[in-house]
């Protein structure tokens, strides 16, 4: 079973520059999960899809930070303009649905810095 | 307000050596505990998932124990190799929170030769 496909691995922007990355999610599983991981710190949901539908984006910072899952499948998460503390790295996950005894599966993330 | 704390920060251990790592958690109401695994450069990948009823679950080399009245749960790694070496992150779910999970800081495992 392919696993949760993250693009790109690493990313070096400057600040106020914008970033996008790329994520595919496990074939079938309609809930997709976007975290923000700093060094040193577990990770911080930022948004959850269920199907193309936001189930919760309550910590997603909107006046820089967009995502989207239009065919509920791929999903893309923006940054524009970025900040040096949004220097981490960007987490995908998905889950077969949004029931709690789910796993939810982990890609192997996007390193952002920002310099 | 959803917290789970884990402990030791850190920790380093000799091959071959066993190790306990603690998580207490204040989540309510309490649906599930994760641990996961989560080697330098990779996302998180699930070792145990335990709920209200389970008190211990095995998975290999590593042992998980939950105590639902004191909202403890530690990650028992018996025999520990340089594979190990990893960050261990638990993390629970509340059974209102749609499969929103509450995330522990980790504890960073370092497992030396």
């Known amino acids: 079973e392919a696993g949760v496909a993250q693009s790109p691995r690493y990313k070096i922007i400057e600040k106020r520059q914008s970033v996008a990355f790329w994520c595919n999610p496990i074939?079938?599983?309609?809930?997709l999960y976007w975290y923000q991981q700093i060094l040193g710190q577990g990770p911080k949901l930022l948004i959850q899809?269920?199907?193309?539908?936001?189930?919760?984006d309550s910590q997603l910072p909107k006046d820089r930070f967009s995502a989207e899952r239009l065919k509920g499948v791929d999903s893309t998460l923006k940054i524009q303009p970025a900040k040096l503390e949004d220097s981490a790295v960007y987490l995908c996950?998905?889950?077969?649905?949004?029931?709690?005894?789910?796993?939810?599966?982990f890609g192997a993330g996007t390193r952002l810095s920002v310099l | 307000k959803n917290q789970v704390e884990q402990s030791p920060q850190s920790l380093i251990i000799l091959e071959g050596k066993n190790c306990t790592l603690q998580?207490?958690?204040?989540?309510?109401?309490?649906?599930?505990l994760r641990w996961y695994k989560q080697d330098t450069g990779r996302g998180p990948v699930s070792l145990t998932i335990?709920?209200?009823?389970?008190n211990t679950k095995s998975n290999g080399r590593y042992t998980a124990t939950l105590d639902a009245d004191t909202k403890q749960s530690s990650l028992h790694i018996t025999a520990s190799q340089l594979s190990d070496s990893a960050s261990y992150i638990c993390?629970?779910?509340?059974?209102?929170?749609?499969?929103?999970?509450?995330f522990g800081g980790g504890t960073r495992l370092m497992v030396k030769p």
């Open positions: 074939s079938g599983h309609a809930t």
């Open positions: 899809f269920q199907n193309n539908g936001v189930v919760d």
């Open positions: 335990m709920t209200f009823s389970e």
């Open positions: 993390v629970v779910s509340a059974t209102n929170a749609g499969n929103m999970l509450t």
């Open positions: 996950a998905s889950s077969l649905d949004s029931l709690a005894k789910n796993i939810q599966y």
């Open positions: 998580c207490n958690y204040t989540v309510s109401p309490f649906s599930n």
